[in-house]
């Protein structure tokens, strides 16, 4: 398991209700199956459903890094919402940051109530390209059959390579930490999202 840097930088980012910490703990302990130190962080913006949250997690083959991602590090960005993947971008991005992102927008309260307006997300997604080495945008909105986006962008992650973890880890990881009444719907959701590679 070799990592092309390292730490190497992974940051989780949704609103509250997308699942981003369960999503943070499958690929960190995905992470420590696979034989690496990592460490994880919690970010929280208004605590509460909707608010923006964001997962720091750092992986190392030397050590057990700090559990906070200094700005402009960042490696990876897995985005559960595409305006909340620009905002982290824009503080923790670099030109060699990939980018893993659900298009589908969860409009904040301010936009619902008509005192803002979203931008169109393909904008979105033309300023995350320009701001880092590549894009890819999966298709993750949750569905009738209850996948959820966090595991089907988990699943996209797995299948990229990006993070040395290989796909088998994280379906272990997903299996102790989901509870068994989920466990078929998760991973169906995260075999979708490894299609995606």
Same mark, same amino acid.
């Given at each position: 398991m &070799?990592?092309?840097?390292?730490?190497? &930088?992974?940051i989780?980012?949704?609103v509250g209700?997308?699942?981003?910490?369960?999503a943070?703990?499958?690929v960190?302990?995905?992470?420590i199956?696979?034989?690496?130190?990592?460490?994880?962080? $919690?970010?929280?913006?208004? +605590?509460? /459903? %909707?608010?923006?949250?964001?997962?720091?997690?750092?992986? +190392?083959?030397?050590?057990?890094?700090?559990?906070?991602?200094?700005? %402009?590090? =960042?490696?990876?960005?897995?985005?559960?919402?595409?305006?909340?993947?620009? /905002?982290?971008?824009?503080?923790?991005?670099? !030109? +060699?940051?990939? @980018?893993?992102?659900n !298009?589908?927008?969860?409009?904040?309260?301010?936009?619902? +109530?008509g005192?803002?307006?979203?931008?169109?997300? $393909? $904008?979105?997604?033309?300023t995350?390209?320009?701001?880092?080495?590549? @894009?890819?945008? @999966?298709?993750?909105?949750? &569905?009738?059959?209850?996948?959820? #986006? &966090?595991?089907?962008?988990?699943?996209? *992650? =797995?299948?990229?390579?990006i993070?040395?973890?290989? =796909?088998?880890?994280?379906?272990?990881?997903?299996r $102790?930490?989901?509870? !068994?009444?989920?466990? #078929?719907?998760? *991973?169906?959701a995260?075999n979708?999202?490894?299609?995606?590679?």
């Amino acid at each position: 398991m &070799n990592l092309k840097k390292d730490p190497l &930088n992974l940051i989780i980012t949704g609103v509250g209700g997308q699942g981003n910490v369960l999503a943070s703990q499958i690929v960190a302990t995905a992470g420590i199956k696979a034989g690496l130190y990592v460490t994880v962080g $919690e970010t929280y913006g208004a +605590s509460q /459903r %909707g608010g923006p949250v964001m997962s720091h997690v750092r992986f +190392s083959q030397k050590a057990q890094p700090s559990p906070l991602i200094p700005e %402009g590090q =960042a490696d990876v960005v897995v985005g559960l919402e595409p305006a909340e993947a620009l /905002r982290v971008i824009a503080d923790f991005g670099n !030109p +060699s940051t990939r @980018v893993i992102v659900n !298009p589908r927008p969860v409009y904040p309260i301010w936009v619902l +109530s008509g005192q803002a307006k979203y931008p169109p997300v $393909e $904008e979105i997604v033309e300023t995350l390209a320009g701001l880092v080495e590549k @894009v890819d945008v @999966v298709q993750a909105s949750e &569905n009738q059959a209850g996948m959820g #986006a &966090n595991m089907i962008l988990l699943g996209a *992650l =797995a299948g990229s390579g990006i993070v040395p973890v290989s =796909a088998e880890y994280f379906e272990e990881a997903i299996r $102790e930490i989901v509870p !068994p009444v989920d466990l #078929a719907s998760n *991973l169906e959701a995260f075999n979708k999202g490894k299609r995606a590679f």
